[in-house]
Structure formats: C-alpha cells, structure tokens
C-alpha cells in the first residue's frame, strides 16, 4: 500500500504537469513508474524524493 502512495506522490509532484506541457516526457515517465520501460528499482528510488523511503522493503 505504501508504495501505491509513493507512487502517486511522485507522480503529482513531478509528472502530472507534463501531460500538457511535454506530453512525450509525461509518457516517458508514466511508462517507468508503471514498469513497462527497463528501469532498476534504485533508479527509481534515486528520482522519488520522499521521507524514509530507505526505511521501506520492496515488498512495501
């Protein structure tokens, strides 16, 4: 569940916004968060800035 909020934390805060002012970034980033485009989870974790995400497991 966490990581569903995660998730939609970084998706208002960095990718919403792109939808209309740079729609194949706002694609690019949807495809990554989403898995379909190759990305490691310590990618991902390197672009979300978000309090005691370290703290969490990969099952969160």
Do not use: F
């Amino acid at each position: 569940m966490e990581r569903k909020k995660c998730k939609s934390s970084y998706y208002d805060c960095k990718i919403k916004n792109l939808k209309h002012v740079k729609p194949r970034n706002w694609w690019s980033a949807v495809k990554k968060i989403s898995g379909m485009d190759t990305i490691t989870k310590s990618d991902l974790r390197s672009n979300l800035q978000i309090d005691d995400l370290d703290n969490l497991s990969d099952i969160e």
